[in-house]
């Protein structure tokens, strides 16, 4: 069982919560293209709620911007975006209100994240086994892997 199959609690959810402040103080430029801030509706209340979570792949000249649900396999946020759509997305110091988003196929989840597992090769090396992510590109569990894999992609809306 992978660290991220459960919610994270106490210290750690603080931790990982601390960037939605960078970006309530409009500073969100400092994270740079790592993190994307995601503004959604609760599919339950309807009340606002704020993650913030890492870049998995970014093609600025579409642009577009993907991110993976870790934490829980189906995490809260994942499941409020399936309800309704984000209400904004920030990326740096670009804002998107309202912005397009897709889930991809699992052959899509793949090339995503070996294109980032060459890119960040330290990254993934730590945070790979937390995920249950294979360490390496000819593990032969990536099509599992992938096919199990949330993952989402966001643009700007027309």
Not at 120 to 145: C, E, I, N, Q, S
Request: glycine share 6%; proline share 9%; charged share 30%.
């Amino acid at each position: 069982m992978a660290v991220t199959d459960r919610k994270p609690r106490g210290a750690l959810r603080i931790l990982l919560r601390a960037p939605i402040w960078l970006y309530r103080a409009r500073l969100g430029w400092l994270a740079g293209n790592r993190l994307l801030y995601l503004a959604h509706r609760g599919r339950r209340t309807g009340a606002r709620r704020e993650v913030v979570v890492e870049v998995v792949g970014y093609d600025p000249e579409v642009p577009e911007v993907v991110v993976v649900a870790a934490w829980g396999k189906n995490p809260d946020w994942y499941r409020n975006i399936q309800a309704a759509p984000a209400i904004e997305v920030r990326l740096g110091a670009r804002r998107w209100p309202e912005p397009d988003h897709r889930f991809l196929e699992a052959r899509e989840v793949q090339k995503v994240l070996l294109a980032y597992q060459k890119a960040h090769p330290k990254a993934w090396k730590r945070l790979a086994p937390l995920l249950g992510f294979p360490a390496t590109p000819t593990d032969p569990r990536w099509p599992d892997v992938a096919e199990t894999a949330r993952a989402m992609a966001f643009k700007p809306s027309r």
